[in-house]
């Protein structure tokens, strides 16, 4: 069967002095809530009109890209201008060197793609690369460019295939340190820790994403056929957000856990007590 949608990119794949000829398919499904935004008086979709200050609306032909040199002020790079800076990465993926995938932070992880042979004259040579990661257990690292945007990317063996992950870049990662150094150093309760390791151990299990679902859609379109068919819709009010355990509490709590009673305690309603 053919790939649904016209590919990404198209180019070639390079391992040392071995090039075959690739197409590149997004590997996940565009995931949508099908929400709009109404003008409520007159029930009608918001529409967005390109405008400049000073101006007013603009013609798309009108529109350019420019880069920011100094606040206000931008250099206007025209199309050919742009496809002049010459980067092997636009038509080639040249995997530079190898890595196991458990190396690669996962923070760096953004987006899968399948990379497929361009026609059957490149089967072999697309087989013998797949073979071989997959022999290895090692993801290929090299750049591409699509959509004007050089990408760092992975590439390895997937089933009988081959995926590309596009990676982030270093300086697109934030520092861990700027949200964790604030985080005392406490001496934890070694009891505490390993009731909480024994819950983990117990709820391991193999991977099976199936068994997640999006509730958040499921829901939302509930909602909108009951509304469609004119139900009124009564809005429950919020569950007060609970708050965090003493030490006493979260002892007692890793405990019944550990036993097998998972029903959280309700949390404290407001007020005092009745006297």
């Keep these: 069967m053919a790939p649904a949608g ?10 040392s002095l071995v090039q075959i000829a690739v197409q590149i398919h997004s590997a996940v ?13 007159s029930g009608k979709r918001v529409n967005y009109t390109k405008t400049v200050a000073g101006v007013g609306p603009v013609e798309e032909a009108d529109i350019v890209k420019g880069y ?23 038509k080639t993926l040249d ?11 996962p923070r760096y992880f953004e987006a899968p793609y399948y990379l497929l042979p361009e026609d059957e004259f490149q089967n072999e040579g697309y087989l013998v690369i797949q073979a071989a ?33 596009i990676l982030r870049y270093p300086n697109e990662i934030r520092a861990a340190d700027k949200y964790f150094g604030d ?7 070694p009891e505490m820790v390993n009731l909480a390791t024994k819950i983990i151990a117990d709820g391991t299990t193999e991977f099976r994403p199936e068994q997640f679902h999006n509730t958040y859609s499921v829901r939302l379109n509930e909602l909108v056929q009951e ?12 569950e007060e957000r609970p708050k965090g ?9 890793l405990r019944k856990s550990v036993k097998g009673d998972k029903k959280a305690e309700p949390p404290p309603k407001k007020g005092g007590r009745k006297k």
């Design 68 to 90: 920011e040199v100094s606040e206000g002020t931008y250099v206007i790079l025209e199309p050919e201008e742009l496809n002049a800076v010459k980067l092997e990465s636009k």
């Design 6 to 15: 016209r590919p990404y990119w198209r180019g070639f794949l390079r391992l």
């Design 183 to 189: 985080i005392p150093d406490l001496k934890v309760n």
């Design 95 to 105: 995997l530079q060197e190898f890595v196991s995938k458990e190396e690669i932070d």
């Design 133 to 165: 990661l997959a022999k290895k257990k090692k993801l290929g690292l090299g750049q591409i460019t699509m959509s004007g945007r050089e990408y760092l990317v992975a590439v390895g063996a997937l089933d009988q295939g081959i995926a590309m992950y």
């Design 29 to 41: 499904e565009p995931s949508s809530s099908g929400l709009n935004q109404i003008h409520k008086p």
């Design 227 to 238: 509304k469609a068919k004119g139900k009124k819709i009564v809005v429950k009010a919020e």
């Design 245 to 253: 355990a003493n030490v006493v509490d979260l002892m007692d709590a």
